[in-house]
């Protein structure tokens, strides 16, 4: 377990309450008890347990109307019950715990094992449905946030322009209708690379494979990019491999890796730094038994910001952005390699990373060779 995990425990019985604290101590988890349903009450609303084991049989409030109370409390209805019968046989006790939303029932005598089991199993459930919820949010809020500045920026750009403030000034109209465009095409931009993630996330993006030489892709990328490059006084060295190094694939998807990655280079690297881009063959032999055969490979080495060791496996995820690079001009989403990686991944390919912090990185695409199973 990452981090204690609280469990409420609640039995009238006390020997079965200290067998109960004694089984669950032992693998670990913080324990506390009740021995009424009034007393489950107010300790799930005040401590919030992660997960509660409740007996049914007991006097006063039994624990089918304890776990009714647990539903309808905005606190409390959201924490995992395993309801706790006295015998396996009765079905319905059992049935009637589901219907009132029990998470999973245990049976008297208590089964170490079983307990343990059951109790892991639930706590790995609600982990991974809180983990996904959190992911969910963080998701929209930057969207929305991404999506909304840009958005005001052509707005106001709109409105001065219906106003006529730009009427008797041609050249400040040019001004702000190129930013206002400029801002509109980082916005496509950004949902092309959400829709792009949810497809390939989904497995749904269609490839449209074809022989392809991977130097004249980093060459038509490298062209597009130029200008940028030239402009940050970075000093760029093409490495073509000496053969045309083919492989089967999506030229337009294997343009996106590769433009994504350069231009990571570009944005981390600092004025008059040095970019190195090398296309060559790689046959991992017995190094990496999962790669079998001949790859095509690009490296693109910058001598950037680097990335921290313990960022270093994170900057793959969505929205990741790293702390080291915080010196540079951080636009961006943080969905680039995201992209780079799926995409070299549905070509049965892998992309890799080095990094020095202050040094700078490097980027490796593998993909199959033609002529590869
Ligand atoms: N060449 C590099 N040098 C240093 N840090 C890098 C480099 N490439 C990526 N990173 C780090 O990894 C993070 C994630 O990169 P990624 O391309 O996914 O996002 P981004 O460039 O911030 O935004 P986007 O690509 O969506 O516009 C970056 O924010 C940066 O911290
Ligand atoms: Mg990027």
Do not use: W
Request: aromatic fraction near 4%.
């Amino acid at each position: 377990m990452d981090e204690r995990q609280k469990i409420l425990a609640v039995d009238d019985a006390p020997d079965n309450l200290i067998l109960l604290e004694r089984m669950l101590k032992r693998q670990g988890f913080d324990v506390l008890k009740a021995s009424t349903g009034k007393e489950c009450l107010g300790l799930s609303a005040s401590e919030h347990p992660d997960l509660i084991i409740l007996d049914v049989a007991m006097p006063e409030m039994n624990g089918f109307e304890t776990l009714k109370h647990l539903r309808s409390n905005e606190i409390t209805k959201d924490i995992p019950v395993i309801i706790l019968t006295a015998n396996s046989k009765d079905a319905k006790s059992i049935e009637e715990g589901f219907s009132l939303g029990a998470d999973e029932y245990l049976t008297k005598p208590i089964d170490q094992d079983e307990l343990i089991a059951r109790v892991k199993s639930i706590l790995r459930v609600v982990k991974a449905e809180r983990e996904v919820e959190q992911l969910k949010a963080d998701f929209q809020s930057m969207l929305v946030h991404d999506l909304r500045s840009p958005l005001s920026v052509i707005i106001g750009v709109l409105q001065l322009g219906a106003r006529g403030e730009f009427d008797k000034n041609p050249d400040e109209r040019k001004e702000f209708m190129k930013s206002a465009l400029e801002t509109s095409q980082r916005m496509l931009g950004l949902i092309n690379d959400i829709l792009d993630v949810a497809k390939l996330e989904a497995g749904k993006i269609q490839l449209n494979k074809q022989p392809n030489d991977l130097n004249a892709i980093v060459a038509g990328a490298v062209g597009r990019i130029k200008l940028l490059i030239r402009e940050k006084g970075i000093n760029l060295k093409i490495e073509p491999s000496d053969d045309i190094q083919i492989c089967e694939c999506d030229s337009g998807k294997i343009d996106q890796v590769v433009t994504n990655l350069l231009s990571n280079a570009i944005k981390f690297t600092p004025r008059e730094g040095e970019i190195t881009i090398r296309v060559y063959c790689k046959n991992f032999g017995d190094a990496r038994p999962e790669l079998k055969g001949d790859y095509v490979a690009l490296d693109i080495l910058d001598s950037g910001a680097g990335i921290s060791e313990e960022e270093l496996p994170l900057i793959f995820d969505r929205y990741r952005q790293a702390k080291s690079a915080n010196g540079s001009s951080r636009k961006g989403t943080g969905l680039g390699l995201t992209i780079v990686k799926r995409i070299s991944e549905a070509h049965g390919g892998r992309v890799f990373v080095e990094s020095s912090l202050g040094k700078g990185t490097k980027f490796t695409v593998v993909l199959p060779a033609a002529g590869k199973d």
